[in-house]
């Protein structure tokens, strides 16, 4: 089937942080289904579906602004993610979690820009607070 996309999703799924993931393979995926392909461009976009399932089959009464920030940190969860994260994050001590809050909150890339101009600057905030609650859980 198809993900329904907003026009806000869309400008932040083709800037080149998000664009890159279409490169970084899931490996670990792989053995698993080797004829799949499991990248993380497709990985963020399918958990931000099934985020934005869970919400609307649960039938709650969130508030638009709740529910744009679960759906934007789904999307944007594994936007920190370079090739090789998770053994680079040994080596480096930084995870891809706080790279991907270093993206969302510079305001020199384009996601931050997009997000911003549409949500305000204390939404960037909710956002990054909502992904280290995912991180924890």
Do not use: W
């Not at 198809?2 to 899931?26: A, M, N, S, V």
């Not at 969130?62 to 080596?91: F, M, P």
């Not at 995870?95 to 270093?102: F, L, P, V």
């Not at 969302?104 to 549409?118: F, W």
């Amino acid at each position: 089937g198809y993900i329904p996309l907003t026009k806000d999703d869309i400008k932040i799924i083709d800037t080149p942080h998000f664009q890159r993931l279409r490169h970084i393979k899931q490996t670990g995926a792989h053995s698993v289904y080797p004829s799949a392909n499991h990248t993380r461009f497709e990985h963020s976009l399918g958990v931000m579906y099934l985020g934005t399932r869970v919400l609307n089959s649960l039938e709650l009464e969130v508030g638009k602004k709740l529910s744009n920030t679960l759906r934007y940190a789904c999307l944007l969860h594994d936007i920190g993610h370079g090739v090789n994260s998770h053994l680079l994050e040994k080596v480096t001590g930084l995870s891809h979690e706080a790279r991907g809050i270093d993206i969302i909150r510079d305001p020199n890339t384009k996601i931050h820009q997009i997000i911003e101009q549409k949500y305000g600057h204390d939404f960037i905030e909710q956002l990054v607070s909502f992904i280290k609650f995912l991180k924890k859980a």
